[in-house]
Nanobody
Framework: QLQLVDSGGALVQPGGSLRLSCVAS????????IGWFRQSPGRDRVGVAC???????VYAESVKGRFTISRTNAKNTAYLQMNSLKPEDTDIYYC?????????????????WGKGTLVTVSS
């Protein structure tokens, strides 16, 4: 069964850090584009960060300088390091993988999705 399992979400205070993980099973991530997306209830899912198979990255303006997307192909895992968290970062975060492309502007190109992990930033 081909799936992504995302984890690492938690309740954290403003200014704190979290690392989200995304583990693939049933396929290898080596040649896939990987993205992290976020969604609030009643709103569209939007892109946070993407990373290509060879490492180029792109970030949403709201997280530049605070979040870092990375991948460890040997572990079939991708990560989203989240630093200097703000209350407005609160959302459900989803990892996704695409054979061909990842863009922050649409979710349609992504082939596989995790079930999401909740990040809550609050004092």
């Amino acid at each position: 069964q081909l799936q992504l399992v995302d984890s690492g979400g938690a309740l954290v205070q403003p200014g704190g850090s979290l690392r989200l993980s995304c583990v693939a099973s049933g396929f290898t991530l080596d040649n896939y584009h990987i993205g992290w997306f976020r969604q609030s209830p009643g709103r569209d899912r939007v892109g946070v960060a993407c990373i290509g198979p060879s490492g180029p990255t792109v970030y949403a303006e709201s997280v530049k300088g605070r979040f870092t997307i990375s991948r460890t192909n040997a572990k079939n895992t991708a990560y989203l390091q989240m630093n200097s968290l703000k209350p407005e970062d609160t959302d459900i975060y989803y990892c996704a993988a695409s054979k061909y492309h990842c863009t922050l502007g649409t979710t349609r190109v992504m082939d596989y999705w995790g079930k999401g992990t909740l990040v809550t930033v609050s004092s």
